[in-house]
């Protein structure tokens, strides 16, 4: 069992940036896919940006490619999604996921989600 906590959300203007954090706790998520999805009001959930486990590769959302950055630090057990240069339209509740398993950005094959944190941008 994983359990993911995320911080970091708020109020931003467009065009500021944000960090998000997402602790994982009891195990490392060293070999774990790990990954960012975002959910606006009235839409469905969407992937944002993940990373593969033990290779560490990225892979984001055409909507956030150049703005948006993952990392993880396995040591510590947590992973980051900087954002920057933020739109109106990246409001959202973002939520932090998990798979124990081959990399796969599907809602549906993630095992493990955080609560979520609210990102809202205003014009």
Known sequence: QVQLV????????AGGSL???CAASPRTIRAYTMAWFRQAPGK???FAAG???WSGSTYYADSVKGR???SRDNAA???YLQMNRLKPEDTAVYYCA????PVSWSVVDMDYWGKGTLVTVSS
């Not at 995320?6 to 203007?13: A, D, F, H, P």
């Not at 998990?98 to 398993?101: I, P, S, V």
């Open 6 to 13: 995320e911080s970091g959300g708020g109020l931003v203007q």
């Open 19 to 21: 960090r998000l954090s």
């Open 44 to 46: 469905e959930r969407e």
């Open 51 to 53: 990373s593969g486990g």
């Open 68 to 70: 948006f950055t993952i």
């Open 77 to 79: 057990n947590t992973v």
């Open 98 to 101: 998990a798979r124990n398993g």
